[in-house]
Each structure stands twice: as C-alpha cells, then as structure tokens.
C-alpha cells in the first residue's frame, strides 16, 4: 500500500512575523514521542515563546508547549521539554554561527506533517523596533481597507 502523502500546517506563528525581521528560513525534523504527535495532530499546541538554541552542536526547541495527550496514560511527557531538531552538520554550523556572532535569535515560524512526519520550519530572527512595527500595522490595516473597497466596488458591478 503506497504511503498516504500529507502537507498540512499544524501550527504558525503569526507573532513572530510582527516581532521580528525574519531570514533565513530553514525545515527540520521534530523529534517527538508517540503521544506528543498524536496530540500535536490534535493541534494542541503552541509555539509561543519558543526558541531554538545549538548545545553541543545539536539543536534544540526550548519552549514549544505541546499539551499532553487526553487519552495517554503513563506516556505522556513533560509538556515543555526542549525536543531536537533533526538537521545536517552543516546547517547547524550555519545557525550555531548566526547566533553567536550577532544580536540575531532564531525563532520557529510554522509546524506542518510531511508524509507523515512533523517538521519545523525556522528562521532567524532579528528584533523590530516600535516604529517598524507600527509601520507593520499601517501597512495591515491598508492592505484591508483596499480589499474591503475591491470587495464593495464589486458587489456595486453586480
């Protein structure tokens, strides 16, 4: 039987796209317990908060709230655990550089199933000052009252 092909988001984090400058965005492997994937399925999660550090040049999530499984029993894990990050050498090198050389942190931005496996995406992140995210805002707000005006301008045609 062929391998039933999935690509769903499970969780994104739209706070982090208004807090900071993001780059260099980067998927990696979640390394996750039988229960935390079920539950994560469930979407009983958060990404809140949560960052991504290099120890020992591995790296980790610290943060990532994945709420315990209703139905599990003795399995259930600690709910804040720092879970691993499966990525090559090289491209923790590259992260473990960035985040030791300058002001940057590196967030994760989206949890999504490939063919059945929970991955991460991240980025590096870079803080925005009040003003930028003001601007931020004036820009959002823009962006709907152009659509909410495309959206009376076409109800007018009809």
Request: glycine share 6%; aromatic share 6%; hydrophobic share 35%.
């Amino acid at each position: 039987m062929a391998k039933k092909r999935d690509s769903s988001t499970l969780l994104e984090n739209r706070k982090a796209h208004f807090l900071y400058f993001l780059s260099d965005f980067m998927v990696a492997g979640l390394v996750l317990t039988g229960t935390e994937i079920k539950s994560l399925r469930a979407r009983n999660a958060s990404l809140s908060d949560s960052y991504v550090y290099v120890r020992n040049r591995e790296a980790y999530i610290a943060n990532m709230h994945i709420a315990p499984y209703k139905d599990g029993t003795v399995y259930n894990v600690d709910h804040l655990r720092d879970r691993k990050l499966l990525l090559n050498r090289r491209e923790i090198d590259k992260l473990d550089s960035h985040l030791k050389g300058s002001s940057c942190t590196c967030v994760p931005t989206k949890v999504f199933l490939k063919n059945g496996f929970a991955k991460v995406e991240i980025a590096l992140a870079k803080g925005k000052q009040a003003h930028d995210k003001r601007e931020a805002i004036k820009k959002r707000d823009d962006q709907r009252a152009m659509d909410r005006g495309m959206k009376e301008g076409r109800k007018a045609d009809v």
